[in-house]
């Protein structure tokens, strides 16, 4: 497996800062916060584009994916949403990123039907621009569909193969699921996961990998036991914390602990 972090670990840092952390720590690949509030988004044009994947090509690290804001399964129009896909999916392509995300997002006064039924409708509208271009739209467990299980309801009625499943280990552990019936329900469909560690379900601060109670070892020994051989990234969630540690002080003992895991499984 192919190890990545998160810039929400490292809100605002530049470009050449966050891939020359990377490069120095051994990770393959970073995911990028697909924000304004960040350097790269949807609203940068393409010199800055194409000046961002060269930083990424010399440094010799991947973008592994976008992680954008679209909620697929809110009330409300199609067109506003789908319009924050495609803006996702061009910006990706730019970057020669294979993944992007999308949230489910689904409204309190919804029905879980109602929710299932907007997500699939417009992810399989949003699908046949991303096979255009070459991109994966993963549906991430989070809010409304936090389970394997929520996602599954989703992705099964799409049935496109350019949308695929995030899966998030602590929205699936705070959803009661355990990682075996994540990956048994999201397999077909995974396009990557996403690794943190936290106190407990009342405290989601973030901790050092490994330092918590998020079920990171049996995660990874069923995805090694079922021969998954795709990208496990870091989201260390310190823009939504302030009184977290500094990620870059943790990336080196964040990725020894990862490959520990990795060996330990293999």
Known sequence: MKLAFSTLGVPGLPVEDVVGLAAAHGYHGVELRAHPE?????????????????????????????????????????????????????????????????????????????????????????????????????????????TGADVIRVLGAVGHRHVGALWDVMHTWLGGEQPQQTYAALSPYLGYVQVKDIASADDTTPLPLGSGVLPLTETVEVLSRHGWDGWLCWEYEKRWYEAAEPLPELLGQGREHLARLLNESA
Do not use: C, M, W
Request: aromatic share 4%; hydrophobic share 45%.
């Open 38 to 146: 960040e350097p790269v988004h949807p609203g940068i044009g393409p010199a800055e584009r194409a000046e961002v994947a060269a930083e990424f090509n010399r440094g010799g690290i991947r973008v592994l994916g976008l992680a954008g804001y679209a909620r697929v399964a809110a009330p409300g129009d199609d067109e506003p949403v789908l319009l924050k896909i495609r803006e996702l999916l061009d910006l990706a392509r730019d970057l020669d990123a294979p993944f992007v995300r999308v949230l489910p997002g689904g409204g309190t006064g919804q029905s879980a039907e109602e929710a299932d039924a907007v997500a699939a409708r417009r992810l399989g509208t949003a699908a046949e621009y991303a096979a255009d271009l070459g991109v994966r739209i993963l549906l991430e467990t989070h809010d409304s569909h936090r």
